[in-house]
């Protein structure tokens, strides 16, 4: 978690630095560091992060889940059902990315490139946040989510504005995780679990191990996500 602090910090500097030919490849960057936070956050529902439950969470919560938008009792929910249901139409999983991921990849990264994908997903967990909490599954509130994100993402701001400009955190954070976050997650889903509700009750059935080759996997599957069938054992 602190390397994934240090490097996109260091790729935030290093463009601000190298001027407008390193931010693009500094935005692919950060959007890839994004991905591997998200992971984490996989981890920490897992209880990897630490091996005390209290600590795990409030890692997982303000240093994981919060800097990319998420709240980590929402996610929590949602993965555990994703076991339960995997591919199965009851699936959250499927909803969720059968909101953002068409049939048209033209149609798919033109709402990625928009920013209609991005907010689409919030959307989606903001419902699935708010349906949970009438079944009282889930505690909290839209506010309270809102509240901890900004109180999470008020360092960040601070300090990218103190090192170089308020817009860097814009153009260095939020486009990355509305454009590049979006993309690598779309792709990781493909990859772990045939898209659509499966006939089948066999969990195992619809999970995939995947090995796409050293630089992809870096990409897709940082620590070692791709061996997704046997995170499913």
Same mark, same amino acid.
């Given at each position: 978690?602190? /390397?994934?602090?240090?490097?996109?910090?260091?790729?935030?500097?290093?463009?601000?630095?190298?001027?407008? !030919?390193?931010?693009?490849?500094?935005?692919?960057?950060?959007?890839?560091?994004?991905?591997?936070?998200?992971?984490?956050?996989?981890?920490?529902?897992?209880?990897?992060?630490?091996?005390?439950?209290? @600590?795990?969470?409030?890692?997982?919560?303000?240093?994981?889940?919060?800097?990319?938008? !998420?709240?980590?009792?929402?996610?929590? !929910?949602?993965?555990?059902?994703?076991?339960?249901?995997?591919?199965?139409?009851?699936?959250?999983?499927?909803?969720?990315?059968?909101?953002?991921?068409?049939?048209?990849?033209?149609?798919?990264?033109?709402? #990625?490139?928009?920013?209609?994908? @991005?907010?689409?997903?919030?959307?989606?967990?903001?419902?699935?946040?708010?349906?949970?909490? /009438?079944?009282?599954?889930?505690?909290?509130?839209? !506010?309270? +989510?809102?509240?901890?994100?900004?109180?999470?993402?008020?360092?960040?701001? #601070?300090?990218? /504005?103190?090192?170089?400009?308020?817009?860097?955190?814009?153009?260095?954070?939020?486009?990355?995780?509305?454009? @590049?976050?979006?993309?690598?997650? #779309?792709?990781?889903?493909?990859?772990?679990?045939?898209?659509?509700?499966?006939?089948?009750? +066999?969990?195992?059935?619809?999970?995939?191990?995947?090995?796409?080759?050293?630089?992809?996997?870096?990409?897709?599957?940082?620590?070692?996500?791709?061996?997704?069938?046997?995170?499913?054992?």
């Amino acid at each position: 978690l602190s /390397s994934l602090y240090g490097m996109t910090a260091l790729l935030m500097l290093a463009a601000w630095k190298l001027g407008p !030919l390193a931010w693009l490849p500094a935005m692919v960057g950060v959007g890839l560091l994004q991905h591997a936070w998200f992971l984490l956050l996989h981890e920490g529902t897992h209880g990897a992060l630490h091996p005390n439950r209290n @600590v795990n969470n409030w890692v997982a919560e303000w240093l994981v889940a919060l800097p990319i938008g !998420l709240r980590f009792r929402t996610y929590n !929910l949602y993965h555990q059902r994703h076991h339960r249901y995997t591919r199965a139409a009851t699936d959250p999983e499927i909803s969720m990315f059968g909101e953002v991921a068409h049939d048209s990849v033209l149609r798919t990264l033109l709402e #990625i490139f928009t920013g209609i994908t @991005v907010i689409r997903m919030l959307l989606w967990f903001m419902r699935f946040a708010h349906e949970a909490r /009438s079944a009282g599954v889930l505690t909290g509130s839209l !506010l309270g +989510d809102l509240l901890a994100t900004t109180v999470a993402w008020t360092p960040w701001m #601070i300090l990218v /504005s103190a090192l170089s400009a308020p817009w860097m955190f814009v153009l260095f954070w939020l486009v990355p995780l509305s454009v @590049v976050f979006p993309i690598v997650s #779309i792709v990781q889903s493909y990859a772990e679990h045939p898209m659509g509700p499966q006939a089948t009750t +066999d969990e195992f059935a619809r999970t995939a191990t995947t090995r796409l080759g050293f630089l992809l996997d870096l990409v897709v599957h940082p620590f070692y996500s791709g061996e997704h069938l046997a995170h499913h054992l």
